[in-house]
C-alpha cells in the first residue's frame, strides 16, 4: 500500500449497555444514518428475546453475544491464482474480520425472515443462533466445510 493504514476508530458504548459491540452492530444494522432507529430496533429485539427465551438464566445481552459467537466462522477460503490456475485456499481469520463477517450475517439473514417487524425478524435470529440454528449458523458452517474440502491446497498459503 502506498499509504500508511488508517488508524482504528474507537466506538463510543451504546447508552443502555454500555458496550461497544452493541454499537458496532446497530451501525451495520443501520440504514440511511437513522442509528436512534436502530437503536430502537435492537432494544425492541432484545426485549422480544427476554420474553421468549423461557427460564433460560441468561440475559438477552448475553444470548445475542452467544448468538453472535455461533455465528463466528474461523477458517474462509481465498482465492490465489499458481500457475494459471485458481485455488480456494483456506486461512485463518482475524479476530475483527471474525466479528464483522458474523454481525453482517446475522443482520443479511435477519432481513430475509419473513416476520412483520424488523426487531421481530432480529430476535427470532438471534434466538435461532443462540441454539445453533437458523441461516447464519448455516452460512458460518458452509464456509467451514468449503475450508475442509480444500484443506489439499493449504500448503499455498500466502
Known amino acids: 500500500?502506498?499509504?500508511?493504514?488508517?488508524?482504528?476508530?474507537?466506538?463510543?458504548?451504546?447508552?443502555?449497555?454500555?458496550?461497544?459491540?452493541?454499537?458496532?452492530?446497530?451501525?451495520?444494522?443501520m440504514w440511511a444514518g437513522k442509528k436512534s432507529v436502530a437503536f430502537k430496533v435492537f432494544y425492541d429485539a432484545l426485549d422480544i428475546v427476554e420474553e421468549r427465551k423461557g427460564e433460560e438464566e441468561k440475559s438477552a445481552l448475553e444470548l445475542w453475544k452467544e448468538g453472535l459467537s455461533n455465528v463466528m466462522p474461523h477458517v474462509e477460503v481465498r482465492s490465489r491464482r499458481v500457475g494459471g490456475a485458481t485455488f480456494q485456499i483456506p486461512m485463518q481469520i482475524r479476530p475483527?474480520?471474525?466479528?464483522?463477517?458474523?454481525?453482517?450475517?446475522?443482520?443479511?439473514?435477519?432481513?430475509?425472515?419473513?416476520?412483520?417487524?424488523?426487531?421481530?425478524?432480529?430476535?427470532?435470529?438471534?434466538?435461532?443462533?443462540?441454539?445453533?440454528?437458523?441461516?447464519?449458523?448455516?452460512?458460518?458452517?458452509?464456509?467451514?466445510?468449503?475450508?475442509?474440502?480444500?484443506?489439499?491446497?493449504?500448503?499455498?498459503?500466502?
Open 1 to 29: 500500500m502506498r499509504k500508511r493504514a488508517a488508524k482504528k476508530r474507537v466506538l463510543l458504548p451504546d447508552p443502555k449497555f454500555n458496550d461497544q459491540l452493541v454499537t458496532r452492530f446497530v451501525n451495520n444494522l
Open 96 to 158: 475483527d474480520r471474525k466479528v464483522s463477517m458474523a454481525i453482517k450475517w446475522m443482520i443479511l439473514y435477519t432481513r430475509k425472515r419473513n416476520e412483520k417487524t424488523m426487531a421481530q425478524r432480529l430476535a427470532a435470529e438471534i434466538l435461532a443462533a443462540a441454539k445453533e440454528e437458523g441461516a447464519a449458523v448455516k452460512k458460518r458452517t458452509d464456509t467451514h466445510k468449503m475450508a475442509e474440502a480444500n484443506k489439499a491446497f493449504s500448503h499455498f498459503r500466502f
